[in-house]
């Protein structure tokens, strides 16, 4: 059910609406401007490409990822890869199922979850149920066993996310930085980020809603609660509302800890508005939804950099340096984003994500169409069809770059695009 429409704008005076006439009130915990919607524009080119299939496009890129890239003997994608995109490449492809009552992978999911739930061949000391060598790691696998949970209704999945919760709360202190969880185990302690304490604020909230609920002291609410409020009185959300990489300890008094200023990556925006989605449904606290569309707003505002011409951007991509990590970030955010959205009745954020899937879609893939006869012909075009009911369908592949041009597609570059399909069924 959709709750809040948007007004006309949002900004430092103004209000997100509920449908029967409350008002969500600006957020008072930071005193920084709030951007302003209504700067969001389709670009020309991409007017051309209307009324696309958000369903058939991922399931043809889902084809696409598992022909190009799945290791069916290892039960992953991309084996030289890092352990966790497979994790986030499961994850859409839960979404996937679950928006479309989709029975078609679950076979495959099975495998995957059999698989990669053993101990780790490097760190067998986890013991295996995602509990991995970091925090965020695990956490990837931990919030696809949430959704595992979703998709069939199977408490086995939960029992499997409260042990990595329980994991991961072990690497939090209340000493360095005045609290958070760090992120390598296997290197040392040395490094709190954001991304696995938004993991674990996600994770916990996600918990508590799906357990029916824990109010008392020490419970996965008042976790998810503490990391948050830590969370934001760390500095890492900038000025501008954008959330950098993690924090450097002070040499002299390790208690104090500083925004590291580091890159404003897209999927630290990502996680944080599902984090913020899951502590508005355990709490109906109504500022947890202000701060997520002020993020949100953040980044789709951000024509410079985040959304360079109004598509969404690594700082990596423009000389070509992003790697295997960085190629994912984009479907995270897309896939979160989505979460925030369904809460509204309107608003820019559909739209944002359709103006990126349609640039995608025309300037960021390259199609391998594959008959479902015996014999298969392989052609390779920019920018083709989209399967036309005939015997054949399109394996789509995308690269980093959701402006184009393609060049080249990987694990992480396909399950991004997959992300940001995924979103808008």
Not at 10 to 26: D, E, N, T
């Amino acid at each position: 059910m959709k709750f809040f429409t948007f007004l006309a704008s949002w900004s430092a005076g103004a209000a997100v609406s509920l449908v029967h006439g409350s008002a969500i009130p600006p957020t008072s915990q930071k005193h920084f401007n709030h951007p302003t919607v209504g700067i969001i524009t389709s670009r020309q080119s991409d007017t051309a490409t209307t009324n696309l299939n958000y369903t058939s496009l991922s399931h043809s890129a889902i084809e696409a990822l598992n022909t190009a890239f799945y290791n069916t003997t290892a039960a992953r994608w991309s084996t030289p890869d890092a352990w966790w995109l497979s994790g986030v490449a499961l994850t859409h492809i839960i979404n996937y199922s679950i928006k479309t009552s989709s029975t078609q992978y679950l076979s495959q999911i099975d495998d995957i979850i059999a698989a990669q739930r053993q101990p780790l061949p490097w760190w067998p000391q986890g013991g295996g149920e995602f509990r991995a060598d970091s925090t965020d790691d695990t956490g990837w696998w931990a919030l696809a066993m949430l959704r595992m949970y979703d998709l069939t209704g199977n408490s086995s999945y939960l029992e499997i996310a409260k042990m990595d919760e329980a994991y991961m709360w072990q690497y939090w202190t209340d000493t360095e930085c005045n609290g958070g969880l760090y992120q390598e185990i296997k290197g040392g302690l040395v490094y709190k980020n954001a991304i696995s304490n938004e993991l674990y604020f996600t994770l916990a909230a996600g918990l508590h809603n799906r357990l029916g609920g824990d109010t008392n002291v020490g419970t996965y609410l008042e976790k998810a609660k503490k990391s948050w409020d830590w969370f934001m009185g760390t500095g890492m959300i900038n000025e501008y509302w954008l959330i950098n990489d993690g924090l450097t300890e002070n040499e002299n008094d390790r208690s104090k800890c500083f925004s590291n200023n580091g890159t404003t990556w897209s999927y630290n925006q990502g996680v944080v508005l599902g984090g913020l989605v899951e502590l508005y449904k355990a709490t109906a606290n109504k500022t947890y939804l202000t701060t997520a569309v002020t993020i949100a707003m953040a980044v789709i505002t951000d024509k410079d950099h985040l959304s360079l011409d109004g598509i969404l951007t690594e700082s990596c991509e423009a000389k070509g340096e992003c790697n295997n990590d960085n190629q994912m970030f984009k479907g995270i955010f897309a896939s979160n984003l989505a979460e925030l959205a369904s809460l509204f009745t309107n608003g820019p954020f559909r739209g944002y994500l359709e103006q990126n899937a349609k640039s995608m879609y025309q300037r960021d893939r390259m199609t391998t169409t594959t008959t479902t006869t015996t014999t298969t012909t392989t052609t390779t075009t920019t920018g083709g069809g989209n399967g036309n009911g005939d015997g054949t369908f399109a394996l789509d592949l995308y690269d980093v770059q959701w402006a184009g041009p393609f060049i080249a597609s990987s694990l992480a570059k396909q399950a991004s695009a997959i992300g940001l399909l995924v979103s808008l069924i």
